[in-house]
Structures are given as structure tokens and as C-alpha cells.
């Protein structure tokens, strides 16, 4: 069987995880601890990042590295459900916003909230630096009012069909949702997409997730909220 | 005719570049200064970053954004020459490397070189911080014996053939190149693959940019170095 190498909170790993339960693919799941920088996860991925994909013996290539590579992977080997629209300049917009969240969102969001309130406890970073967090929860909130806004007019992120955009955003959205950091009331367009997709078989194993030191927001595992 | 708004001696803008050329597609070139945070272009992309090709008038969709998209946009619409190897595993090989570069490098190289040398007299941002620049050549140099290791196994970065890793690899280490930074002496597989991308047609009008107040490296333009 296939072997996913994830981190329960990392959003990129979060991305792997949904979109192989939406292609109803099966995947051992190995929880990896990049920060121990392991030398056997890193002769699979040099960058020591989650996730990588190793799949079975017998591939010419052992393993797929990476969200943006493996959603593209999935797609390509097992088209149903769906992940991007049909049109080129409207699986461009999918794209675009898959992008945005792992570039934009990850830099402006993750790299303040997730990493001065999760990050720093793992890895004996010390601290959190109340100042970061108060910037990580500026930028949140701009950013939200984006995807709100996205959400809105067209249904899902990019366009009337669930897509990579959404898979990402929701992976993205769901760690800083675990410590409980979107004010969903300010955003009710982006409340209702995030329900959506939160409702979704492919999401129940992320809601179960717990981290050991830190519990998850109270409406963190409830679909209705 | 399409129009591409780009910045000289911006990573992900010179991808869009070098892929048009590859692709034998014309456009219109239109310099941004995202630093200004233009309104009509913040319009095209609230993320305020370059490239966005926008399209010929009667599209559904006018504007393709961010080079991750763009490149396969373009694999897309034109596949010859191809831009992404046949089997799918392959095909995840080289979106790794093209994500790698543009988040790995371009967090670990280009946000201490191009930023302290480049950006900062450009915005007025001070003097360079001669640590950051330090620390970025140490990135730089850890990066680029990664690429030369790669090359030197493959000939091209993903594979046998040309693909998107190359373009973005050549399209950012060519910003650092205009900066005399990389060390290529101390790397000859990544010289020698550098090269081979430095003497396409598609990478001459790269060549021949040059910034005001700052000029090329010596060697920037010489397709035998």
C-alpha cells in the first residue's frame, strides 16, 4: 500500500490527506517529525518538508513530494472525482488560488499564528511573541474577508465545482480553525464554505486530530459550527 | 494581443517570460511596479504580485496569475514543446522542483540577496544588512550544489528533457546571476546546465535587461560563461 508522510497540523500534509480520501485512494499514514530532520525522510524529500507520497514497490518513480505535485498526481491518475475545472483559463484560477494559500496565506497567516502557537511549543522555541500574533491575526483577517468574498460569488473558491482552491484553502483554514483563530461570525460566506467542506467525509479524519499539549478549539470537530 | 505584466528582475515574472518564448507565444510587455500598489493592477491580482498574462479580449476569463499557473496554462493550451515529462510520477518530479524553487530558494536565497540588494534601493529601504546578505550566500551555495547534484544525474533538473523545473530554476538563478552571486566555478554540472538554458533564444530578451542604478555582473550576458 501507499505510505503518506504527514504532520498532523501541517497544512500541506492536510492538502494530501483530503484529496486522497476524495479520490477514495488509501494511504498508510506515518506521522513525521521534520524538525528531528530524519535522515531517511530526507533521501525522500531533501527539502524536509511534508508530505511525500511513497508509493508501491514496482513505480519507476518511488515517491510524489510536495501538495502542489500531488494533488496535480492525483488528478492525473485517478480523474474522478474531479479537481480542477475543464477550461485551461479556469483550471489557471484554480491554480491561482491553491498558490495563493501555500505562498501568500502560509507567509502572511501560518508563519505568525501557526508558528508562534504551535511551532515554537513542538520545538522548544520558547514563547510566543504576543506582537507576531497580533500581526498573524491582522493579515487572518484580511485574508478571510478574501476568501468570504471568493466564496460569495461563485459557490467554491474558483468557480461553481469543488477544486484544488478548495482543498487547500480548507487544509490551510482548518489548522489555524484547530487553535481556534478565524472569527467565522465576521465571514458568513466563507463560514458556509468552510462547513461545507468540513462536512465531507474526506475531512472527519483531520477533525479527529489532536494535538499532545495543545487541545483543539471547542468547535473545532463540529460540522455545524 | 496578450499582455504580460511583469517586473525585469522578478523570479516568477522571468518564468513567464522564458515559457512564452519556449511556447513561441506573443506578448506584450508591461512593466509593474508592484512596490507603487497600482488599483487597476491590484484588480488584476490582489495579491499584488507579478506575472499576470491578461488575454485577448473575448476570453471567459481575461487574466491568467502567478507563474505556477501560467506555465501550465501555456502546457495546456500549447503543448509543443512539452513542458512536463509523459508519466505522471515524472510529472511530479518536476512541479516538486518548480515548487521547490519557488518557495525553498526563493525563501532561503532571494529573500536575503535580491531582497537586501535589490529591493531595498529600489523601495528606499535602507542600506543592505551585510549578515542577511552573508546568510544568504550560504543558502545560495547549500542550493546550488543540490542543483548541480541533479544535473549532473539528469542532464536536465527533473529528468532527460527541458521542463518546467528548468525554466523556474534558470528563471531565479538568473536574477542571482545579474548580481554576480552565484559561484558557478565552484558547481560544473550547474554551470554546464546553466548554460545550456543561458544560450536559448527564449532566454535572450533576460539578457538584455538591466536595471537602473544597477548594472549586470560581468558575465551576466555572456552565454559562454
Known amino acids: 500500500m501507499r505510505t503518506l508522510y504527514h504532520w498532523r497540523l501541517d497544512p500541506f500534509s492536510r492538502q494530501a490527506r483530503v484529496a486522497l480520501a476524495e479520490k477514495g485512494m488509501r494511504a ?7 524538525w528531528d530532520g530524519r535522515q531517511d525522510f530526507l533521501s525522500l524529500n531533501p527539502a524536509g518538508a511534508t508530505p511525500v507520497l511513497v508509493l508501491e514497490p514496482g513505480q519507476r518513480r518511488t515517491s510524489i513530494v510536495g501538495a502542489r505535485a500531488l494533488l496535480e498526481y492525483l488528478e492525473e ?9 475543464r477550461g485551461a483559463p479556469e483550471r489557471a484560477e484554480a491554480r491561482r488560488m491553491a498558490d495563493w494559500f501555500d505562498r501568500k496565506f502560509d507567509a502572511e497567516v501560518n508563519a505568525y499564528l501557526l508558528f508562534e502557537k504551535v511551532e515554537k511549543k513542538i520545538t522548544g522555541g520558547g514563547p510566543p511573541d504576543p506582537a507576531a500574533i497580533r500581526e498573524g491575526r491582522v493579515h487572518l483577517k484580511r485574508h478571510l474577508a478574501y476568501v468570504s468574498q471568493l466564496a460569495e460569488g461563485r459557490g467554491w473558491l474558483a468557480g461553481d465545482k469543488m477544486s484544488i482552491a478548495d482543498i487547500a484553502g480548507a487544509a490551510h483554514l482548518s489548522c489555524l480553525d484547530y487553535l481556534g483563530e478565524p472569527d467565522w461570525d465576521e465571514v458568513p460566506p466563507a463560514r458556509e464554505w468552510y462547513q ?6 474526506s475531512f472527519d479524519s483531520l477533525l479527529q486530530d489532536v494535538l499532545p499539549g495543545i487541545a483543539p478549539a471547542r468547535a473545532y470537530a ?3 459550527i
Open 28 to 34: 498508510r499514514l506515518v506521522e513525521e517529525h521534520v
Open 196 to 201: 461545507k467542506i468540513k462536512a465531507r467525509p
Open 222 to 224: 463540529d460540522v455545524e
Open 77 to 85: 491518475i485517478q480523474p474522478d472525482p474531479p479537481f480542477l475545472p
